[in-house]
């Protein structure tokens, strides 16, 4: 392990090129940003998936930081991502040196993926996954929270929280979220920083149950109506507009519409409409009932490219709305279904 300093936060953002990473004999994915590891005690731990701002706070009020502590630590993660057409064109790594949880670190969702995938922000092979979360400094028994911006609320962070559930990460847990943090005036830094600490994080195995691949869902839409059909439900989280196919995929070229039977909730229904944090689980049961979503029967979640996905799954899991087994997100989402199907399939429908 590389033990290295840190670069004091400033009240500016620097440009991405004037960070350093400064660990060493680690291949893959891009050089992330990290920092000094949270100090907490191994008996620290939240009792739900979801935990609120005061939550966190407390816990990383616990103990000082510190870069010697062999015990599990509470890590804050950003990722933070946007839309590739974003009006006012950010990314994620702007967005973290701009406001961040002190002593948080970066999680890049376009960075640690499968490159060899034509479609965007796939999951990376487990080899890549571990690479990564060695560079972050992140060791298996830390405790890792994700979150998102506090202009979007929730958004991405689910994604990346879904990322490491795939990948058997033990504890894992979703900040709901930071625009609270900022509003309730808990403390933030912002600045550019320098990776601090590096070490060698496991290579996991990869739960393929929480995965849908094309070939899964296709089955599920040609077998839409057919009688002695599974009933699989596929539930899809874009916006109304691009699931009628009235308004336009973010992604130029990219036919909207959507697959035979899909049900549209789009992932902004399952949050506050102005804490943009998820809504009480009893809301989000009446928000699924109310979409005739049968929580029986087996659920894959879908959307543009597979990131308010996980808001849904993550939304499933805390309402308790069907069985954690029989959910799944598909990765692929629309832009990989949009460039796969064929015209004769007939699987891509409009206003219905």
């Not at 690479?131 to 972050?136: K, N, T, V, W």
């Not at 597979?306 to 799944?328: D, F, H, M, W």
Request: overall charge neutral; proline content about 9%; hydrophobic content about 35%.
């Amino acid at each position: 392990m590389v033990l290295l300093t840190v670069l004091h936060p400033l009240r500016v953002s620097l440009p991405q090129s004037s960070s350093r990473h400064l660990c060493s004999g680690l291949t893959g994915s891009r050089p992330l940003v990290g920092l000094l590891a949270l100090g907490t005690s191994a008996r620290r731990s939240f009792s739900n998936y979801l935990i609120t701002p005061t939550e966190l706070a407390d816990a990383l009020k616990k103990a000082p930081p510190s870069p010697i502590s062999s015990e599990p630590r509470v890590i804050p993660l950003c990722a933070s991502w946007f839309m590739p057409n974003d009006p006012q064109g950010r990314t994620g790594i702007q967005a973290f040196r701009e406001k961040r949880i002190p002593k948080a670190r970066f999680f890049d969702l376009d960075k640690v993926i499968d490159k060899r995938s034509p479609y965007p922000h796939m999951l990376p092979n487990s080899k890549t996954f571990a690479a990564a979360m060695s560079e972050l400094g992140i060791r298996r028994e830390d405790i890792v929270v994700l979150y998102d911006t506090h202009e979007l609320g929730i958004f991405s962070a689910p994604r990346a929280g879904w990322t490491m559930n795939v990948f058997g990460h033990p504890r894992v847990h979703v900040l709901n979220n930071f625009r609270l943090w900022v509003e309730q005036g808990l403390p933030t830094e912002s600045g550019n920083v320098w990776t601090v600490e590096c070490g060698t994080y496991p290579i996991p195995e990869m739960d393929e149950s929480k995965v849908a691949q094309y070939e899964e869902v296709r089955e599920v839409a040609l077998d839409y109506n057919k009688e002695g059909a599974e009933g699989v439900q596929i539930v899809d989280a874009r916006s109304h507009a691009r699931w009628t196919g009235e308004a336009p995929e973010p992604r130029e070229g990219l036919s909207s519409g959507h697959m035979p039977g899909s049900i549209n909730i789009p992932f902004d229904a399952v949050l506050d409409p102005e804490t943009k944090a998820f809504l009480p689980a009893d809301q989000l049961k009446e928000v699924f009932r109310k979409s005739g979503l049968d929580p029986e029967k087996p659920i894959i979640a879908s959307c543009g490219t597979g990131v308010t996905a996980c808001v849904l799954e993550t939304a499933l899991n805390v309402a308790q709305y069907g069985s954690p087994e029989k959910i799944k997100v598909y990765d692929g989402s629309w832009t990989e279904w949009a460039q796969r199907v064929k015209p004769s399939d007939s699987l891509i429908r409009k206003q219905e």
